[in-house]
T-cell receptor, first 116, second 117 residues
Framework: SQTIHQWPATLVQPVGSPLSLECTVE??????LYWYRQAAGRGLQLLFY??????ISSEVPQNLSASRPQDRQFILSSKKLLLSDSGFYLC???????????????FGNGTRLTVT | AQKVTQAQTEISVVEKEDVTLDCVYE???????LFWYKQPPSGELVFLIR??????QNEISGRYSWNFQKSTSSFNFTITASQVVDSAVYFC??????????????FGRGTQLTVWP
């Protein structure tokens, strides 16, 4: 069965420090991968998505970046964190084939980031 | 563009009451999928159901039921005989358009359901 791992679970970082959140998927190949952020208002905002190694698309301009160095690895990074980067970050995967629009997203347990 | 509206920000009920969570969506696609997710206090998002735009049959799974009506662009979720463990934030979501290989979902803002003992 497929599993998704995301770490760390919680993180407290000072403003201006770098960030690296990692997500890996097991039990599937060529997944679509996503980073979502959930701010205090509870809404889920898509930050980045990837349909393959090295292929990253950004949904909103921001202080963050993403990379996909391996097929089942997705990394969220920042060189210098801002206070506004605080939130709950969720990694997700979905099956990638011709009809991916009907594929549910499967989420990791999330990382709660507090920037102080 | 896809859009999902969950007008109910918070709902509180007492255990054993029935509760309906509303979801209204907008899309120009003729083929699309709708989803419901549950987010308990622990934070992870749990997939509950997927429905395609051509199947308007209501679905029941235990105490959960879903009412999909294309005429009103709604996909409402009812919990019968609610329990304290049902307390969570519930998200409705709409898929990317037909032909998309992305599988991106557009989420509503969520409804916080609190079930009191």
């Amino acid at each position: 069965s497929q599993t998704i791992h995301q770490w760390p679970a919680t993180l407290v970082q000072p403003v201006g420090s770098p960030l690296s959140l990692e997500c890996t998927v097991e039990g599937t190949s060529n997944p679509n991968l996503y980073w979502y952020r959930q701010a205090a208002g509870r809404g889920l905002q898509l930050l980045f998505y990837s349909v393959g190694i090295g292929q990253i698309s950004s949904e909103v301009p921001q202080n963050l970046s993403a990379s996909r160095p391996q097929d089942r690895q997705f990394i969220l990074s920042s060189k210098k964190l801002l206070l506004s980067d605080s939130g709950f970050y969720l990694c997700a995967w979905s099956v990638r084939f011709l009809k991916s629009y009907n594929s549910p997203l499967h989420f990791g347990n999330g990382t709660r980031l507090t920037v102080t | 563009a896809q859009k999902v509206t969950q007008a109910q920000t918070e709902i509180s009920v007492v255990e054993k009451e029935d509760v309906t969570l509303d979801c209204v969506y907008e899309t120009r696609d003729t083929t699309y999928y709708l989803f419901w997710y549950k987010q308990p206090p622990s934070g992870e998002l749990v997939f509950l159901i997927r429905r395609n735009s051509f199947d308007e049959q209501n679905e029941i799974s235990g105490r959960y039921s879903w009412n999909f009506q294309k005429s009103t662009s709604s996909f409402n979720f009812t919990i019968t005989a609610s329990q304290v463990v049902d307390s969570a934030v519930y998200f409705c979501a709409l898929s990317d358009g037909r032909g998309s290989t992305l599988g991106r979902l557009y989420f509503g803002r969520g409804t916080q359901l609190t079930v009191w003992p």
